[in-house]
C-alpha cells in the first residue's frame, strides 16, 4: 500500500500534510501520535472514508483514489466492536463473506478457521452480548480478516479494554499478525504498545510524519528532540563540544561523555535505564539531590535535581533502595555510547 502526497484540510485545521508512506506487504506498521496529529485522518482517507484534497492511495499496485471503501479490499477494526446484536457470532464473522455472495460451505469453512485463529473454537453460536469485552474484539478482529483483505486497518482497537486484558490483546494481536501474514495499519496514541507491537512505527505530529523507522531506531535514535521525548521516558540537557570526549552541560558542569560527539551545541537525551545512579561520589558523575522515588512495580524511578533546574531521571530494576531517601544528595552517571541519543539543539 502507497500514500502519495495526501493532503486534508477540515476548515482552516491541516489534518494531513503531503505525507507520503509506504507499507510493506506483511509488515504491521503503527501511526504514533497524539491527540490531532493526523493519525486517524490519515487512515480514514486510505480507507475512502474521508476524500483527501489532494493525494493518491495505491493498493497492490492500483491506484484506488476516487474508489469507495467496499471497492478497497479493506478490512476495519474499531475501538468499539460494531458486531451485529441480533446475529450470532459465526453470522457476525461471516457476514462480508455474505455480501461477497459465497457458498454456504465457503462461509462455514472461513468461519471456523477465524474462530480456531482467535482462540474461540465453540463461541459460534453465541451472541455478542454474551461475551467479554476481549471476546468481542477478537470476534470483530476474526470479522474483518474473514474476508482476506489486502490490509487490514486497526483505529485504536484495545483503547477501550482494562490494562491487563490490552497485554493480553496485544500478545493474541502479535501472534494473530504472524500466523496471517496480512499487512496491519494500526493507530494508537501508546507508545509502549506501538514500540511492543510494531514492525516500523511512524511517529506523527501536526499532521506530518517526523519519523519512520523500526521500534529499536526510533528508541535509540530519534531524528529529533520531539521523537526522543515522545517515545518513552528521556531527559533533555542542552550541551557543548568541549573536544573529543568532553562536553559541558549547560548548568551543570564537564563530564566526559564516551563515543562520537557533535561539535559545537547539541542535545543530549539520556534514557532512565542508562543513567547509572550512585550514593557516593564516583568518576565522571554529575552530582544532585534526590527529588522523587517512584516504584513502578518491577523497576523504581528515581529523580534527580541537578543544577540549572534539570530533572534526570535515572531507572532500576527492583523495589525502592532503603539506602536511598528523599533530599539525599546523590551521583548520576551516563553509561556507554549507545545510550545516548542525541539531536540537533
Not at 22 to 34: K, N, Q, R, V
Not at 102 to 123: N, T, W, Y
Not at 264 to 284: M, S
Not at 295 to 300: F, K, L, N, Q
Request: glycine share 10%; net charge negative.
Amino acid at each position: 500500500m502507497s500514500a502519495r502526497g495526501i493532503t486534508k484540510c477540515f476548515g482552516g485545521f491541516l489534518a494531513n500534510d503531503a505525507i507520503s508512506l509506504d507499507i510493506m506487504d506483511g509488515e504491521f506498521l503503527t501511526l504514533l501520535g497524539g491527540s490531532g496529529s493526523g493519525k486517524t485522518t490519515l487512515m480514514r482517507v486510505i480507507a475512502g472514508l474521508e476524500t483527501a484534497d489532494s493525494g493518491r492511495i495505491l493498493i497492490d499496485g492500483q491506484d484506488v483514489t476516487t474508489l469507495p471503501p467496499r471497492r478497497r479490499n479493506l478490512g476495519m477494526v474499531f475501538q468499539q466492536y460494531s458486531l451485529f446484536p441480533h446475529m450470532s457470532i459465526a453470522e457476525n464473522i461471516g457476514y462480508g463473506l455474505s455480501v461477497q455472495r459465497k457458498s454456504r460451505h465457503e462461509i462455514a469453512q472461513r468461519v471456523g478457521e477465524m474462530l480456531d485463529l482467535i482462540h474461540l473454537p465453540d463461541v459460534g453460536d453465541r451472541l455478542p452480548s454474551q461475551l467479554s469485552g476481549g471476546q468481542q474484539q477478537r470476534v470483530a478482529l476474526a470479522r474483518a480478516l474473514a474476508t482476506r483483505p489486502s490490509l487490514l486497518m486497526l483505529d485504536e482497537p484495545l483503547g477501550a479494554l482494562d490494562l491487563k486484558l490490552r497485554r493480553q490483546l496485544q500478545v493474541e494481536l502479535k501472534r494473530i499478525h504472524r500466523e496471517t501474514g496480512t499487512t496491519f495499519l494500526f493507530v494508537t496514541h501508546d507508545q509502549e504498545e506501538a514500540l511492543y507491537l510494531s514492525d516500523r512505527i511512524a511517529v506523527m505530529r501536526n499532521g506530518r510524519i517526523e519519523q519512520l523507522a523500526t521500534p529499536h531506531e526510533i528508541y535509540q535514535a530519534p531524528v529529533n528532540e520531539f521523537v526522543a521525548d515522545f517515545i518513552g521516558d528521556v531527559t533533555m540537557m542542552p550541551c557543548r563540544s568541549l573536544g573529543p570526549g568532553r562536553v559541558e552541560i549547560a548548568g551543570v558542569g564537564a563530564i566526559d561523555l564516551p563515543g562520537p560527539n557533535p561539535a559545537g551545541e547539541f542535545t543530549l537525551a539520556v534514557r532512565p535505564e542508562y543513567a547509572g545512579l550512585h550514593e557516593t561520589a564516583v568518576d565522571n558523575a554529575l552530582e544532585g539531590r534526590l527529588v522523587e522515588i517512584v516504584h513502578e512495580g518491577s523497576t523504581t524511578l528515581y529523580v534527580v535535581a541537578l543544577p540549572a533546574g534539570i530533572n534526570l531521571k535515572a531507572r532500576r530494576l527492583g523495589a525502592p533502595d532503603p539506602a536511598l531517601e528523599l533530599s539525599q544528595r546523590v551521583f548520576v552517571t551516563i553509561e556507554g555510547p549507545k545510550t545516548i541519543l542525541q539531536a540537533a539543539h
